[in-house]
């Protein structure tokens, strides 16, 4: 079974500028899932989508970050503009029933 | 508000040693946790996990337990091996909810040869 695939890997950025992170997560899994994880904190949900709907975006900020799910497979998660604070990595996951959340390896973003 | 704590950032464990990751929570909603192994520049991956309704989990090496009186949960790994040094992080979720994971900010294990 392939896992959730995450692309880009890495990402360095200015202040102010945009970026796009995209997802596909493992197939059939109904629920995806964006987290960003801060240095030396653990992950922190961004929103959650049930096929292509959203379930919860209540910690997405929402002026600068923005994600979609349109065809309730590969999901791309957005920010504009970019702020120094938001360097972190950005994990992709997903889930099909039961507990067990299944994560991508993640993009580093780094905005300088 | 930190509804899941790990208090103790990182643990230094002899080879073949036992190593307890400790872990409290305290929204009372959560009724079932996981432990995630992360390793530099990947995901966290699934290692075990327990249901509010048991004490005990034991999965090869690696044992979790429960105490929802104390609100407290913990890893056990023995014997402990190099190749168990990673972060651990504890996370806890509410199945009458959206099913989302609540992570601890996570403990460095490192195991000397």
């Known amino acids: 079974e392939a896992g959730v695939a995450q692309s880009p890997r890495y990402k360095i950025i200015e202040k102010r500028q945009s970026v796009a992170f995209w997802c596909n997560p493992i197939?059939?899994?109904?629920?995806l899932y964006w987290y960003q994880q801060i240095l030396g904190q653990g992950p922190k949900l961004l929103i959650q989508f049930q096929n292509n709907g959203v379930v919860d975006d209540s910690q997405l900020p929402k002026d600068r970050f923005s994600a979609e799910r349109l065809k309730g497979v590969d999901s791309t998660l957005k920010i504009q503009p970019a702020k120094l604070e938001d360097s972190a990595v950005y994990l992709c996951a997903s889930r099909v029933g039961g507990t067990v959340v299944t994560f991508g390896s993640g993009t580093r973003l780094t905005v300088v | 508000d930190q509804q899941v704590k790990q208090n103790s950032p990182s643990l230094s464990v002899q080879e073949g040693r036992i190593s307890i990751l400790n872990c409290d929570y305290t929204n009372s909603m959560f009724d079932y946790f996981l432990w995630y192994k992360k390793y530099p520049a990947e995901g966290p991956t699934f290692l075990i996990s327990i249901s509010s309704i048991k004490d005990k989990n034991e999965d090869g090496r690696f044992t979790v337990f429960l105490n929802k009186s104390a609100k407290h949960l913990s890893l056990h790994i023995v014997p402990s091996q190099p190749g168990d040094s990673a972060v651990y992080f504890c996370a806890a979720g509410s199945s009458g909810s959206a099913r989302q994971l609540t992570f601890g900010s996570g403990t460095q294990l490192t195991v000397l040869p």
């Open positions: 197939s059939g899994h109904a629920t």
